[in-house]
């Protein structure tokens, strides 16, 4: 018999189907949020954004609110995220609600010394609980099958660069992965992230973005200073190897083609260069158009007519433009240019300019792990 969630268990994971029941009855969230309790859900949403945007990610199951409460602020949570229009804060908020999914899978019951947040947890016979198991088949997993047909499988870990999930390092057999029961659950994580990450934006109605607008408008500036004061000052030395040679082809007078030039300005934006920083590095090109250069730029940073600020592609996207170049031993470790950059950064200030990779002559040093 298919296994009837509790709303606690929904509350836990208010991304299935079954948990947008518990809030079909809500009053139009326009009239919500003039109510106090809509003050009550959106300073939970915040909370859940605020999480998703700290380095340092707790998860704590929740008896404090209603479980209806907690399922709107998930949905709360996404319709700011979208008023925001900021792709990156759509990344980072799956990806929490993926990882605090996974978090809440593994700790449903607990040891015996700690008490897991599911007193009502029925667990079956191959030791899957009954919640676990419902959930993974909403998102086309069989947890009580040790494998997965192939097709699945190079979906889900096509962006993972943990070597145990390359093709190379699995048995297949008759188009199916051999996969422990523990990775399971990790390839689950990744599924759910993807496909909470596919439904965002949401098309939210103009007006109820303008009551949002202050707390919005607030995460905004708070997540531009977090990510200015994480990227630090510039450090060109640092750049990936694919953004060097775009500002090498600017600087030469190459013409880039319209993926170059996103490319590199969404990435010298979110690093921390400000408008006129990037339109002065297109000026180094011989047929610098001043006029059009700050529109394009603007229009891209979020400053022109649409509002929407714009990513730096991932390194599978650069690789699909063919912007991928000159690849090093860092890249294979990052999935993102950002990342890259980031990494590098460290590792340079760790080491001293002098010993940092890529300058210190023939034998650079091993990248961070
Ligand atoms: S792997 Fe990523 S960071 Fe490295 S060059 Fe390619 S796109 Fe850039």
């Known amino acids: 018999m298919e296994h009837a969630p509790t709303t606690k268990e929904l509350s836990h994971f208010p991304f299935l189907k ?7 009855h809500s009053p139009p969230l326009e009239q919500l949020l003039k109510e106090e309790r809509g003050q009550i859900l959106v300073n939970l949403a915040v909370k859940r954004i605020n999480q998703a945007l700290s380095s340092k990610k707790t998860f704590v199951a929740h008896f404090q609110y209603r479980d209806e409460d907690e399922i709107a602020s998930y949905v709360l949570s ?12 759509y990344d980072r908020l799956t990806r929490y609600e993926a990882e605090r999914a996974y978090h809440f899978l593994n700790t449903e019951t607990g040891s015996e010394n700690e008490r897991g947040w599911n007193e009502n ?6 030791n899957n609980s009954a919640i676990a198991s419902y ?8 947890l009580s099958k040790e494998q997965m047909p192939l097709t699945d499988y190079v979906e889900i870990v096509a962006v993972l660069h943990d070597p145990r999930f390359k093709l190379v390092n699995r048995r297949v057999a008759n188009g199916l992965v051999q996969i422990k029961k523990g990775e399971l659950l990790e390839l689950l994580r990744e599924r759910i992230r993807v496909i909470l990450r596919r439904d965002l934006p949401y098309n939210v109605p103009k007006g109820i973005c303008e009551q949002l607008s202050p707390i919005a408008n607030l995460i905004k500036k708070e997540y531009q200073e977090q990510m200015l004061q994480q990227f630090g000052a510039i450090e060109e030395s640092a750049f990936p190897p694919c953004m060097q040679a775009l500002v090498t082809a600017l600087t030469a007078g190459t013409n880039l083609t319209h993926a170059g030039r996103f490319s590199i300005t969404t990435f010298l934006h979110t690093i921390g260069m ?5 339109a002065g590095l ?15 730029v603007e229009h891209i940073t979020g400053r022109g007519g649409s509002g929407t600020e714009y990513t730096a592609p991932a390194c ?3 690789r699909t433009t063919g912007l991928c170049v000159n690849r090093d031993t860092l890249c294979e470790k990052v999935s993102h240019p950002l990342s890259y950059y980031k990494v590098k950064k460290r590792d340079m200030s760790r080491k001293g300019p002098k ?11 091993a990248p961070p792990t």
Do not use: W
Request: aromatic share 6%; net charge negative.
């Open 135 to 142: 959930l993974a088949a909403e998102f086309r997993i069989d």
């Open 316 to 318: 599978a996207a650069m």
């Open 282 to 296: 297109y000026a180094r090109s011989p047929d610098f158009d001043p006029e059009k250069t700050m529109y394009q």
């Open 18 to 24: 079954k948990a947008q029941d518990h809030i079909r």
């Open 78 to 89: 996404r319709i700011i995220v979208s008023c925001i229009r900021d792709k990156q804060l």
């Open 355 to 365: 010993k940092a990779e890529g300058e210190s002559g023939e034998n650079p040093p």
């Open 121 to 126: 947890a029925v667990i079956d016979d191959d």
């Open 274 to 278: 400000d408008v006129s920083g990037i």
